[in-house]
């Protein structure tokens, strides 16, 4: 032992370094999870959002085109069979997404347990701020909708109902509609920072691209918004129903 | 000369360069008869070295990968911090990619005669040797150097040089080559080869039977003071520019290492030899903490001027050009503001000290680009120096492409350090010394872009070398710990440390910094005489004396504590200034970066003595009360004659 | 100019920390910002106080030594829209006004413990490149340097991701205290030049996993790490890094354990 002297007697080499632990999932691969799962719902959300206008090729169009999705495939497949292959790998996207959220939203929690006492962001964004508790929003909202559309338990016309009457019924009331618009914009905002986030993280962004990912977010985001807007407003004063 | 000045010892010399071969052949002669230490017994040597700047980063991790036991000591939190990283312009190379006329040969020359005929030629002609292999090292590292389009390395001419032989990456040459070293060191560290020791500081250096076998340390965070033993002692602790408190160093950067090692026998080569840069940001205000250089390239299209008036206050815009006075063009038609570093820094003190100098307190010199600007237009002045026009403005609030920049010399590099043989031993058996902190290349006047070239060289390529061939008769006996050599540096460091914190008296640490730094600029700076140095000598004990009866230094020793790390600094750099002054007064001649009054041609310039003083002062410490010992080294001349520098 | 300083003051690691306030006067708007603090620790050395421990070194900019969040900005970048991105030595007070309260804190992330007041352990950097941050070439090995030809395209843009300094701001403005930015840098500038090919793929997956284990956060690309950036990294850095990384994941690499 050699002698020390002084106050504290553990040498510390702040140097020293920790023998890594065994592999955990690395934080970009989480983020890659999240923007190929995010890109899976956005496709299908483009889809959606394309049905949704045929509300203005009146109830038969619309009816038909919600009975199309349950029957694609016959009679080479069984009734229902893409439709749960559609809904399968979109539960499976979208649990892939809230793991990697909740995950990653842990991580920078342990990353950061003591907070600023002033902060004051530079760059951030609006919509990058929001993507997690937008993120939870858009959670409850699916599910609020899965339970009124889909299933109808939740729709003032009740399970009986053809999908035409269901969202007739939904958007003529004012206070449904505002909840849609409330997580549709919600949406908007998600999409606009998940879009170039994504590009980012899947390490197709550079310098030359950069505004233009932007722009192509924002538009897409604004596009997207817009067209799951349209309906529900024109129920609501009339134009449509 | 004045007797109780100093005493004169025992002249020494180097004895390990192979002076029976020719020159261009003793490097490999040397190699060649150095011993090697097996690869399977390297592992039971271990080296301490201090400092990860460009010298000290490379030479742990070379001597890492050759297989040592390495242990790295470094002040700042990451070895990447160490100054080198601020130097701007470049490193030179004797590659001759421009076909240009350049040559190891060509290099070489130009490093003596720069030096001004003070530095050592066996020295110089090996680091113009191994300079060529840095840049192979360093491109093999991935450092971003500049490149054609064809994809080969550009070059380009630095500091009046009539070759273009400097490598660079834009203007930060030196963070690039540290980086380089840093990831290397970083990859040692990796390895297991080098254990590390961050924030740690030196504070003596530990003896044993005459060979140097360990360090004492302070743990910077925890306070611990402890002991650090090994077979050999390298020290890379870089220059002393800061003993002038204000100075282009980092706040850092210190002599303690030096300086302690010097109190143990070391000797101290040429102190009095520093570097004045001339194209600095002018000091603006007491509360200034530091100077920060602008590229030399500046003067390239710049010009240099002051009122011929003393004390015209008037806006520099609304003095005509026939009440200007362009000094350097006047003085050197042929070279102009291009002049070479000391001759332009000691031109400015000259008129500011007519009190013809510009700005607050008179200190600073107009370098204007106004006739630049319309002769090429605002964007290839923007294109060209924009980066340091930007620096300029965020420092002093003022737009240089409007009123012209104001500039005043700062002290920037020191050639003096410990003395060191061809090997870079000192003359301590196991004590090695190398970049900045020795003496060995620069002689009087450091060339630019020339101390990257001399850290990495000493570094990857000669200290391993070297090293071994000490290494070679060991490993030594372990040292005991409790040895009474390791107990006395353990415990006199303690006791210093304990005795700083222990005084509480009116001053801060940073006031006597201050007063002794503007003493020393002012009394042994740009130029000095028998009457400023005498002055200088007198006046330096008393502020040592109250240093030590009136110094408040507040904190723990157990803590971290910045006010205590200051102190020791500061502590160390007032005896160090001593022996700056003594080396200057003893050194009755100009050459390169020691400009004597008494000592000059009649039209002003440096006037060698070469009769007298073509010898290395090598000084050694005595105890208070005593003069320190001088021990010449005589420098011969074999392949570049002796002659008088002449800008005219 | 007359300034209120809210300082956050820790003893040491183990200890809770506060903001404490302080006033200090006649400061000059030439100052940097660190000589305004030297000014107050000298006045709390006079008071028989300890002064505010903070880290620095070269006082130029270049070094990485120093950084503190300054009103809620890493090295005060963003206070303005028109002073360009500095480290905190940079700063200078004619960016403040007269009377102006000042927020001092250091960086917070778990990764970077507090060491004392303002001074932070960013040791944890220092072994992102330890892991893999670097190309293996041991000295003497080199081969002509002209024998390596490397386009101008790529070395500059290898030398604007390699410049910068590690000082950490890209954690501390992260609200995710992650390192992206830092360690995306040298991944990008050694990824660039041709000597850095053999060890590309290890390079990224080991640096990445070092990453995770120093607790930093992960990266969800906000942006604040760029714009707080004394060197002005560009995020285009983190885009390429994680291109890297897929590709690597794709081509079997994993990281060393």
Redesign the interface.
């Known amino acids: 032992m050699e002698p020390n002297f002084g106050g504290v007697v553990t040498v510390t080499h702040s140097g020293q370094r920790r023998t890594p632990k065994a592999a955990k999932t690395s934080s970009v691969f989480k983020k890659a999870v999240m923007a190929v799962s995010g890109i899976i719902l956005v496709l299908y959300l483009v889809a959606h959002m394309i049905g949704n206008l045929k509300i203005f090729s009146g109830r038969e169009s619309f009816n038909g085109y919600s009975e199309w999705i349950r029957t694609i495939g016959e009679p080479a497949v069984p009734a229902q069979t893409t439709l749960w292959i559609i809904r399968v790998v979109l539960l499976a996207a979208v649990a892939a997404h809230i793991w990697a959220a909740v995950s990653l939203w842990r991580q920078a929690k342990r990353a950061r347990p003591v907070q600023y006492v002033a902060r004051k962001q530079v760059a951030q964004s609006y919509a990058s701020r929001t993507m997690r508790w937008g993120g939870v929003i858009l959670a409850l909202f699916v599910i609020y909708h899965i339970l009124d559309l889909t299933a109808g338990v939740a729709n003032p016309e009740g399970t009986a109902s053809t999908p035409y009457d269901r969202v007739i019924a939904g958007f003529s009331n004012p206070f449904i509609t505002a909840v849609y618009i409330v997580a549709l914009l919600a949406l908007g905002f998600h999409l606009r920072h998940g879009i170039w986030s994504a590009t980012q993280t899947l390490g197709q962004s550079n310098k030359k691209r950069e505004r233009t990912v932007n722009a192509f977010a924002t538009v897409f985001a604004v596009v997207l918004t817009a067209g799951f807007l349209i309906p529900p407003l024109s129920i609501l004063s009339g134009l449509v129903g | 000369m004045a007797l109780e000045l100093f005493t004169l010892g025992d002249p020494i010399a180097d004895t390990s360069a192979p002076r029976d071969v020719p020159i261009g052949e003793r490097w490999s002669e040397r190699r060649f008869r150095a011993k090697l230490v097996n690869p399977a017994n390297r592992r039971k040597l271990t080296v301490i070295v201090v400092g990860t700047g460009l010298a000290g980063g490379s030479a742990a991790a070379t001597l890492g990968e050759a297989g040592y036991k390495v242990k790295s000591f470094w002040y700042q939190d990451s070895p990447r911090r160490a100054h080198s990283v601020a130097a701007q312009g470049g490193i030179n190379a004797a590659k001759n990619y421009r076909n240009d006329g350049d040559s190891v040969h060509r290099l070489f020359y130009d490093t003596v005669k720069g030096g001004d005929f003070r530095a050592r030629e066996d020295n110089v002609h090996r680091l113009a040797e191994v300079s060529v292999n840095i840049i192979d090292q360093c491109v093999a590292q991935g450092v971003p150097f500049a490149r054609e389009y064809g994809g080969l390395l550009d070059n380009r001419s630095f500091g009046g040089t009539q070759v273009s032989r400097t490598f660079y990456a834009r203007g930060q040459t030196g963070q690039q080559l540290l980086y380089g070293a840093y990831q290397a060191l970083e990859r040692q560290m990796a390895a297991g080869t080098v254990e590390q020791f961050a924030r740690t500081e030196m504070l003596d250096l530990i003896v044993v039977d005459g060979r140097a076998r360990g360090i004492v340390a302070r743990n910077l965070i925890t306070g611990e003071i402890s002991t650090h033993f090994a077979d050999a002692v390298v020290l890379a602790t870089g220059g002393y520019s800061n003993v002038f408190y204000l100075s282009t160093n980092a706040k850092g950067s210190n002599a303690t290492a030096i300086w302690r090692a010097h109190k143990r026998g070391a000797l101290f080569a040429n102190p009095c030899y520093t570097q004045i840069h001339p194209t600095c940001i002018p000091v603006h205000g007491e509360y200034q903490s530091k100077l920060t250089l602008m590229s030399e390239s500046l003067r390239n299209d710049g010009r240099v001027w002051v009122p011929k008036e003393r004390g015209d206050t008037r806006d520099p815009r609304d003095i005509p050009e026939e009440e200007r006075d362009y000094y350097l063009e006047r003085i050197y038609p042929a070279f102009g503001n291009l002049v070479p570093r000391d001759i332009a820094s000691r031109q400015a003190k000259n008129v500011c000290d007519e009190g013809r100098g510009v700005g607050p307190e008179g200190k600073g010199v107009y370098l204007d680009f106004a006739e630049a600007m319309q002769r090429l237009g605002r964007p290839a002045i923007e294109a060209k120096y924009g980066n340091l026009f930007d620096m300029y403005a965020q420092i002093t609030g003022e737009d240089p492409y409007e009123v012209p920049m104001r500039i005043y010399p700062a002290v920037h590099y020191t050639m003096g350090g410990l003395w060191v043989d061809y090997d870079l031993q000192s003359n301590i058996p196991g004590l090695f010394v190398i970049g900045e902190a020795n003496f060995s290349d620069h002689g009087a006047n450091r060339l630019g872009a020339s101390a990257l070239m001399q850290g990495l060289a000493d570094g990857y390529f000669v200290l391993p070398n070297t090293i071994s061939h000490y290494l070679s008769s060991g490993p030594f006996d372990k040292v005991d710990p409790q040895h009474p050599a390791a107990v006395e540096a353990l415990e006199g460091v303690r006791a210093q440390t304990e005795r700083l914190l222990s005084i509480n008296g009116n001053r801060t640490t940073a006031s006597f910094h201050r007063e002794l730094g503007r003493l020393m600029f002012d009394l042994c700076g740009m130029e000095r005489s028998e009457e400023s140095l005498r002055k200088a000598l007198d006046r330096i004990p008393e502020i040592r004396q109250e240093f030590w009866t009136n110094v408040k230094v507040p904190g723990e020793l157990g803590r971290f504590n910045q006010s205590l790390e200051h102190a020791g600094r500061v502590a160390d750099f007032i005896e160090l200034a001593e022996l700056m002054c003594v080396d200057a007064l003893h050194r009755n001649e100009s050459c390169g970066g020691h400009f004597r009054a008494e000592s000059q041609t009649p039209e002003g310039e440096a006037l060698r003595d070469d009769e007298n003083y073509a010898y290395v002062a090598a000084w050694e410490w005595t105890p208070e009360g005593a003069p320190p010992v001088l021990h010449k080294e005589d420098l011969e001349f074999e392949y570049v004659h002796l002659a008088q520098r002449s800008y005219k | 100019m007359d300034l209120k300083l809210?300082v956050?003051r820790q003893?040491?690691a183990t200890e809770k920390g506060k903001?404490v306030t302080y006033e200090v006067t006649d400061i000059?708007?030439?100052?940097?910002f660190?000589?305004m603090l030297?000014?107050l620790n000298?006045q709390?050395?006079?008071d028989?106080?300890?002064?505010v421990?903070f880290?620095?070194?070269?006082?130029?900019g270049?070094?990485?030594?120093c950084g503190v969040?300054i009103?809620?900005?890493?090295h005060g970048?963003?206070l303005h829209d028109s002073h360009?991105q500095?480290a905190t030595c940079?700063l200078?007070m004619?960016s403040f006004k007269d009377g102006e309260t000042i927020?001092i804190?250091p960086w917070?992330?778990?990764?970077f413990p507090i060491?004392?007041d303002l001074?932070v352990?960013?040791?944890a950097?220092?072994?992102i490149?330890?892991?893999g941050?670097?190309?293996?070439?041991?000295?003497?090995?080199?081969?002509?340097?002209?024998s390596?030809?490397?386009?101008?395209k790529d070395?500059?843009a290898?030398?604007d991701a390699?410049?910068c300094?590690?000082c950490g701001a890209c954690v501390a403005?992260c609200?995710?205290?992650?390192s992206m930015l830092f360690t995306s840098a040298k991944v990008v500038?050694?990824g660039l030049?041709p000597?850095?090919q053999p060890e590309r793929n290890d390079r990224v997956?080991n640096m990445?996993?070092?990453?995770?284990?120093?607790?930093?956060?992960?990266?969800?690309?906000?942006?604040?790490c760029?714009?707080?950036c004394p060197k002005g990294i560009?995020?285009?850095n983190?885009?390429?890094?994680?291109?890297?990384?897929?590709?690597a994941?794709r081509a079997g690499a994993?990281?060393?354990?």
């Open positions: 809210r956050w003893r040491d903001m000059s708007p030439d100052m940097s660190l000589e030297d000014v000298e709390l050395i006079l028989g106080q300890e002064p421990a880290d620095h070194d070269c006082r130029e270049i070094c990485g030594s969040m009103n809620g900005r890493a970048n963003g360009p500095t940079q200078h004619r927020d804190e917070r992330a778990t990764a060491i004392k001074a352990d960013r040791s950097l220092d072994r490149i330890q892991s941050g670097y190309i293996s070439a041991p000295t003497g090995t080199a081969p002509e340097a002209h390596i030809l490397v386009a101008k070395s500059d290898a030398f390699a410049t300094i590690g403005a609200p995710n205290a992650s500038h050694l030049m000597q850095g997956i990445i996993h070092q990453q995770d284990l120093e607790g930093f956060g992960g990266c969800t690309n906000i942006g604040e760029s714009a707080s560009s995020m285009e983190i885009s390429r890094l994680n291109h890297d990384l897929l590709g994941l994993r990281p060393k354990s």
